[in-house]
């Protein structure tokens, strides 16, 4: 790896805890962001030369709050830049100045720089924006590429959700142990939400299919600082488990792969290896939350070595548990899934009636409401079901995989 | 004489690498052992899976204690290792907790899953 890909890695990890602790710093969002990027000119100047410093988000915090401080005192026309010496020759103070910096408040400057990207004002779409900017470094025009927008357009979109942010208030007051569990809780759905939204994208757009590998990244770093969340290892696990089918997920023609169709030797291993280590790990904490049972469904679809072999009886159980924790008619609808393995069509359909008007407007509502009546020949009532899951799909790919089963129906109706 | 050659570094930058980096370091590692296998002197070499899948078994007052996350005390060092394959996380740590209660120091078992790169074939 050249010099310059490994700063590059250097930087991007670095990043959420060095800008956290120049917010706390600097309590404006802005300068520590402009105090940031200062930093990494200078990283990117003598860690060439001099090597990578031991620390590399110690020393970022370093110099980017001595270059901060100046950029404040420029602005008030005050003393002049130090020498470029001055902030180059660090190695030797490295040791002394990584005991200096407030190492006790770095958790909690990770979680505050996650946190504020997951204003309750803020929709979805901002959120993730904002934490792909803010929390993870990726430029405007990657973020711009990945919702197919107008690089002005996010450009907008960014300083109007940073707008609204400063005008919230950054909470910097060392949370309470319920404030912390509330934050992380709110930055798990927000890590979340980042990767659905690589994950619907699948294959049609690769800038957005990268967000997966990033939520994995951020829920990683979120676990290293929190180790003992169950909730926060079974998300991590979940998002692993769904990302390592990614290769399997859609065919050549970039169709959609439904699960039960899906070649198994191209599921990615080591991901199901280190999501099963994660839900062990949970497990014996002994307190169950959504991600952790999603998680445990997703598993047992990884250790089925075929699709026949999966544990129905299981699944249908942990749904029973998650509509329990948290209901929802999504949940009923996915228990109504795999009632109908168990039970045959007929059982899932009548579970899945009183949802109709709650899920009248949700695409997969009516995709397996079709699959189901398809089974059972009555086929009338399925094309009805699958043209309203066209006019509902979310991508071209969901509209050509229902199109699909139409031409099923088609073809089962032919001889007749 | 048997040695433990144990790898140390950032990662969260290891763990960033695209599929191609880690090919083209890997392919360079396994270029560097295979004298070594082929000569039968290489034994199980493996990739630790991030520290987040860590699990830690120290002594406790009674019982030992299970703790979520890898070994971060810097006063002790790593003194030896063991690699045990068990059906789950469970049987690991009960495992571990066995040997903490007859090891008479402070002992403490970072439990880290792996990947195997290498069965090995060495005699002894």
């Not at chain 1, 294959?203 to 997966?212: E, G, K, M, W």
């Not at chain 1, 709650?358 to 397996?368: A, I, M, S, T």
Request: net charge negative; hydrophobic share 45%; with cysteine.
């Amino acid at each position: 790896m050249t010099d310059i890909a490994w700063i590059d890695l250097a930087l991007t990890a670095a990043r959420p805890q060095a800008l956290g602790a120049l917010l706390r710093y600097f309590r404006d969002l802005d300068t520590a962001e402009e105090a940031f990027q200062e930093a990494c000119l200078r990283a990117i100047r003598t860690w060439p030369e001099k090597g990578p410093p031991r620390d590399p988000a110690a020393w970022l915090i370093f110099v980017g709050r001595n270059s901060g401080i100046d950029a404040v005192r420029k602005r008030s026309r005050n003393d002049p830049l130090p020498e470029e010496e001055v902030l180059s020759d660090l190695s030797d103070a490295e040791v002394d100045m990584a005991d200096r910096l407030d190492n006790s408040n770095y958790r909690d400057d990770i979680l505050r720089l996650m946190f504020i990207c997951c204003h309750p004002d803020l929709p979805n779409t901002q959120q993730i924006a904002l934490a792909l900017r803010i929390v993870s470094g990726l430029s405007v025009p990657q973020i711009a590429r990945a919702f197919l927008v107008s690089e002005a357009a996010m450009e907008q979109r960014i300083t109007r959700a940073k707008g609204r942010v400063a005008k919230a208030g950054v909470p910097f007051e060392t949370p309470s142990a319920a404030e912390r569990a509330t934050r992380l809780s709110t930055v798990g759905a927000m890590i979340y939400l980042v990767f659905n939204e690589g994950y619907s994208a699948g294959i049609t757009n690769p800038d957005n299919a990268a967000f997966c590998e990033e939520a994995i990244r951020l829920a990683r770093l979120l676990l290293r600082i929190f180790p003992g969340e169950p909730e926060i290892m079974g998300l991590l696990a979940l998002m692993l488990l769904q990302h390592s089918r990614a290769p399997a997920r859609f065919d050549r023609q970039g169709q959609i792969v439904l699960l039960e169709d899906q070649d198994r030797n191209l599921w990615n291993r080591k991901l199901i290896d280190e999501a099963l280590a994660l839900l062990d790990k949970a497990i014996r904490h002994r307190q169950p939350g959504p991600y952790q049972i999603q998680a445990a469904v997703s598993a047992l679809h990884a250790r089925a070595a075929r699709a026949e072999d999966t544990d129905w009886e299981e699944i249908t159980l942990l749904y029973g548990m998650l509509e329990h924790i948290q209901p929802s008619p999504v949940v009923t609808l996915n228990k109504a899934v795999a009632i109908s393995k168990l039970k045959g069509p007929e059982a899932a359909l009548e579970l899945i009636a009183p949802l109709a008007e709650k899920l009248d407007g949700y695409f997969y509502f009516h995709g397996v409401r079709g699959g189901l009546l398809m089974q059972l020949s009555r086929n009338a009532q399925a094309r009805e079901a699958f043209d309203r899951a066209i006019a509902l799909a979310n991508s071209p790919a969901e509209c050509a995989h229902i199109r699909q089963q139409i031409d099923k129906l088609g073809a089962a109706v032919a001889p007749a | 004489m048997l040695y433990a050659i144990l790898c140390y570094a950032n990662e969260e930058t290891v763990f960033a690498w695209s599929k191609e980096e880690e090919e083209a370091v890997m392919g360079k590692l396994y270029a560097v052992q295979e004298p070594l296998a082929k000569a039968g002197k290489l034994g199980p070499t493996g990739r630790l899976m991030p520290t987040t899948a860590a699990t830690t078994v120290r002594k406790g007052k009674d019982e030992p204690l299970v703790l979520d996350g890898p070994f971060a005390e810097t006063k002790e060092v790593l003194l030896g290792f063991y690699t045990v394959d068990v059906e789950n996380l469970d049987e690991a740590v009960a495992f571990s907790k066995e040997l903490s209660k007859v090891n008479p120091g402070s002992t403490s078992y970072e439990i880290r899953p792996f990947y195997v790169f290498h069965p090995g074939a060495v005699k002894t």
